[in-house]
DNA sequence: ATATTTACCGACCGAACGGCCGGTAATCAA
DNA sequence: TTGATTACCGGCCGTTCGGTCGGTAAATAT
């Protein structure tokens, strides 16, 4: 039902889908399913968690890494291309919350301390060496995330293809389009 | 009144704003709104349209340069950047529809077409050599644009902020972030 | 066989929404 | 000064929405 009702967020909207439209997707009716959930905000609470808690097992098994800096933040990177396609649809709940509510609000919370996660790793990653110095940590961490979140708009999950995008993605963030 | 509108848009989501908040933002009541515009979606068109007629403006302009292909790619993201800082709420408006009537629809596909612009230039830009052929072209054009277009989560406009993200951006974008 | 829980339904409610209409006051052209 | 145009308003309408309630039927436990 979660999947259901988060296929149809996705498709038109959260504002946009109504409970009855979530109900007939089931083949049931509106009563129906409020036996199984409090309310319409319950569901995007659950999607954003279920999106939430990718993104930080992957910063936790990568903070666990004995490597460098600058390879722990590819690690991230790739790693956080492979949630948003394992997760694909919740992911894309996620960042399409505007804050308009508490929970919505603690959603967007949760989204900056990863942002804090990243831009931290920048930071060490400049330090150390082996990234570029010149361009402010917090800039660099949304740019590339950026990049990253901005799958949510023209991917669609199929077996095996996540890899592929991860490599173009970290060839273009790392060692950029240029040659010569 | 268009500014105004969509700076509700961008605050609170379009389905969430209501012709009456709208209203209340101008010091004026709802029934002299209507006077003004035929209703809801036409504001919505003329700020997807304003935000689109920008980014043609700018390839138009690039196209016209007699430079190689891969300086005309740079220049075209560098000022879709600036485009999207100049226009940012307009920009912000349209990268949030979803195509669910006709009118974003129209939008959506003019958003394709711009697409199509930039892929075909990073066709020619690995064809004249100058940028990596190793990353399918669709895919390049899809992630600058959605490191550009990400832009609009996190920028906020001030007078001349715009070319140091500009400067950013196609540095990572072209360089990359390794060094050595 | 009986009691209890689970899944489901039809009918309804109050609120909010986009939009419309008839009318009034200010502005402006002649 | 008059006539027309423009800007504005209060009040209303039909629809849709999230959510509730009382009750039924099936499944499950004892």
Redesign the pocket.
């Known amino acids: 039902m979660l999947a259901a009702a988060v296929r149809l967020f996705n498709e038109r909207g959260y ?7 979530i ?1 007939e997707s089931l ?6 399913v ?3 959930i ?4 319950q569901l995007l609470q659950m999607a954003m968690d279920r999106a939430l808690d990718g993104l930080f097992e992957a910063a936790d098994e990568v903070r666990a890494l004995d490597v460098p800096a600058p390879e722990r933040l590819e690690r991230l990177v790739r790693r956080s291309v492979l949630v948003l396609a394992e997760r694909f649809e919740y992911v894309t709940v996620l960042l399409r919350v505007r804050g308009n509510t508490e929970a919505e609000q603690h959603a967007l919370s949760r989204r900056r301390d990863f942002d804090t996660i990243v831009t931290d790793l920048v930071k060490q990653a400049q330090a150390e060496g082996g990234v570029r110095p010149d361009i402010d940590p917090a800039t660099v961490a949304r740019l590339i995330l950026g990049m990253v979140n901005s799958l949510t708009e023209w991917y669609r999950p199929r077996t095996g293809g996540a890899e592929a995008i991860a490599d173009a993605l970290t060839r273009i963030a790392f060692e950029g389009l240029r040659t010569e």
């Open positions: 504002d946009a889908t109504s409970m009855f439209d109900a083949g049931i009716t509106k009563s129906s409020y036996h199984h409090s309310g319409k905000e």
